[in-house]
């Protein structure tokens, strides 16, 4: 069997959350969310993001929840800004546009994009006489951690949410790889990390990612703008993200942030990656980004691939005009220690 | 603490399927429902269908679902037949319009829909001269059970599918209460009960219901027509439906499928719904429908209805003109028989 | 040639429609609606419904205007309330449907509906408590005069309008045969007739059909609530209507309100329905629905639909149990008198 | 009064379409597009096209066509492969995804986009292991003429069917400007020009340009490939396409097409704009792209550009880094050669 590097959701859940779905499993309650496990769930993440007003709802998955979000912010001809690498972009089958609307890309080497870039592309259409026969841009939606494992710094996100409040035009925030990303600005802006609180202030809305970061699945939108909480009980519904039991989301979301563990998870996750990434620096190696989570890009020739392929498993992300293939290693919550010496060893036999 | 009887979502799974989950919670699979765990449970539901071609996909709820499979089979100009009660035109908030589709629903009594409804309205649009005005019915979708606790007989199933197969419309049965309606079936028709083999032979595409049937959730698509196999993944994804860790399903629906587990389950909810019943019947209750499979119907005065409010957690279904009111007791897989024997005690005391 | 009564879409336009556009037609002006003379026509109609701060648009048809403003108005959670008779319930394609959203249909005998059946479906759904699984009522769809030529009083009108605005959910008036119900409200209410500055004043937008009034083509769209005013123009071109030449449909306009017209020729076509109607009458014909428009829907049998099939063209509407059939004759702006005598003559040869 | 150069939609319509609806304003026909004028216009079409058995239809503009067509053809998980210049992603308020599509655009300088580019695309999605995550390419939209004036050679048209043939994929050639760019075809090619008989031949549905090309409005569409001519008039009546007078189409595309009218105002209209470029030329003017079609695209400085602006209205095309402008002059079958002179006169100034 090999080892799989292939991505976050190799395995199941935290050991925490398997022994309380366990624990509660005969438990009777009420469906769709409304019940007691999630009413403390929520309670955990408003203290959190320290944000009692904030609304906060699960859905089970990321595609599901971009798409319910997006269409429950855009009027039909607006459409949402993005960098041409973001998910929903990409790897969406055009959920968002299934759902009536353009997705605005915006060029991006690395996965992020910039405040001026936000700025020019609303400049463009506002500014424009005929406007109206160009679809509006509505709102902005980023990536923390990015498609490439990049983050926003605190000035980078800061100086997008002015932009987006400036022209009164939401924010949101795709944290599908919240955690990852949240530890990895721990190592690299010490006191000016980005935490839960940040994203509760900086942004509109915001989903917290269980599914990569330690639960069976589940995502936790957080509402923090009060013009965009009406009624999405309705959207979630519509989109098919309200479980029935919902209770098992609750139960998830309560462990993971009764005391931290959420981050913990992420913390051990971030420290993996460096330390492959740190192996692979050893040797040489060229990176396809320079990412400082949980997801590694080594560019590798076909043969070192090979010598690779044989004990691990990993994703091809971009074969490059040299002939040499930029790849992902990607570490998780569940990746044990003995792995990840298994690899920085393999990488050190090269 | 109430005894719920409130629906067939109350608890979380069947103790196999929790011991399951937690057996193979750190093995490493592939995602996206291509792992062992699916191949397996795929090969388990067609063998019980006894349908060695059939395509089975796992999605996570039964709107998701009902969602998915209209909008892969519709032309944009196209609509679905439906009792007016149907669950898809009334309780999952339009996401089958959300789709693009418009619902043509046929009154319905009692949940169901008959053979001469359907081919009346496909004779009607298909003589109109000026049809192109009007939506064309592209499918039919029935509930079994539907949401009025009713099942269809083998003959009216097959009277249904001649229909449709005479004019060259998918069949879609929602099976969210499949494994009810068939312990049901199994009482009422003995020999001639309506099987999974049946369902994959009278339709084009029905669904196995995980979710009220003692999975934590999922439900499996079974896809019998060739036509309507292509490209289904796809739909999947662009619904929100694909969820990451797919294993999980497949752990489940092997779980309820190597060896009857599931059907076993159903049965005991519809008998213990049966004696419910039978509890009201000998108080001269009346009921707003005859149902048969684990859902009863009584109707209650306001002052019965207080007084079973005391112990016991029920829905309200209907407020009937002379100020009685129908409601719903829902038995399930997970409803012990202490409960049971206490709502009977209850009964009887009305 | 048969004389053709089936619709009020037969001929051409009016003749000073025809003079101006073929005036004005090398004259060059700028694209899309921005011209002086739709310009004009605004101010026409502005007047003429003596609200000068309405929007007021121009679309090319009724299925597009109907979708357009319906769209513009609803989340996407959100459905419309209609008679289930009404024109987007039943003749569009689904074309409300393709936009994402319910129609939410209310019976009806003769093509309206009341006061009361508006509040109680509102009630009905904001008192529920899991109404978010259900399509929200989002706005109210009218039709003056019906697609059964059946018109609302001042205070049906009135009624319906409080109900409305009591829940703030907009009244959407669909006047594609506009002038003929004004026409026929002068004739039954006399100084209580509905009048632009009526619509203008209790629905929250409105069109003032041209289509079947004497134009070749156009739908003047009147928008009276400032919220729904936003972006209007956006839908438009996203719906498809926005027509690249809109000085043709100001130019139309502008003939039609500058002195009257609209409405003059409106009340020919219905003068000449009642004289049809009163032949019908006298020979003890029976009606399908009491229209005092310019649709007129006798009962005929076989051999008399034949005797008239003979020598004039008229719609088939509604086949009735007993063998006879509902048919359709319509009048227009374009009737002429010879026509109307022709076909009066012939009745009473009944 | 300036004299406008801004677009080809500046006038009403060539004096023989006047006349002719004129002439026929009081006949009375059927609605919808079954009268006797289309049913002659659509003759006159397939004898063209030399393909008699295309189907015809008749839109009213551009928009409306494009969206219909495309969400004709794609099911909800495919998407439409586009130049990123092309119509229906830069200027149609987003009418493709408001259908549920998204569009997938290819990198292109001139309007154009190559076969090599579009087998590109398809192989990249087709040989991707986990390709159903993204968006299927489902069809190939190209304009002819492009959006900046420019046209396919006949072996480039050539190449790009045979890309489209070899993956069964659809070709569709939106020809708002199809007239202009075949007159320039013969120009350039001579006895190798694109004709309708090569449009028919090559493509799976194009359409002809009516509103840009002298008349008050219309497209024509004409599909060759029997697997798209199913239920087409179902999509135009959802996409509120189908005017109620259609013969008003049917009355202008006969005289269009009954003696080559369109193809002649056409060729006018490409030679002036020829004369105007040429005079751009002999001043040393730089332009945008070279066009040889009815759109001319010089690069002007802020002082040329306000020295035009006085007598004569252009449009702003792209203002580039180095301070100057590019502009585009359109000329188009209505344009006077007085208008041409004064025009070259006034260049001759710079």
Known sequence: MKILFTSDYCEGALPRIMERLQATNMVQTVGYGEDEFCAQAR??????CECPDADVHFLV?????NATVISSILKPYQGVLCAESGHINVHETGAVEHGGHKILALPSPDGKITADQIREALDDHFSDANHEHMVMPGMVYISFSTESGTIYSREELTAISEVCRGYEIPLFVDGARLGYGMAASELLEGADALTLKDFARLADVFYIGGTKQGALFGEAVVITNDKLKEDFRYCIKQGGGMLAKGRLLGVQFAALF????????AR??????????????????????????????????????AFFDKDFGFEVWKKLPDGRIGVRFCTSWAT??????????????L
Chains 1, 2, 3, 4 share one sequence.
């Open 336 to 349: 044990p220690d003995v792995n990840v010496r298994q690899l920085v060893s393999a990488i050190k036999k």
């Open 61 to 65: 998955g990321g595609t599901q929840t």
């Open 268 to 305: 051990g996750a971030v420290n993996k990656a460096a330390r492959i990434r740190e192996a692979f620096e050893a040797k040489g190696i060229d990176f396809l980004v320079d990412s400082p989570t949980n997801q590694v890009f080594p560019i590798l020739t076909e043969e070192q691939m």
């Open 43 to 48: 309670d955990y993440i408003r203290q959190a």
């Open 258 to 265: 009764e005391d931290g563990l959420y981050l913990d998870a």
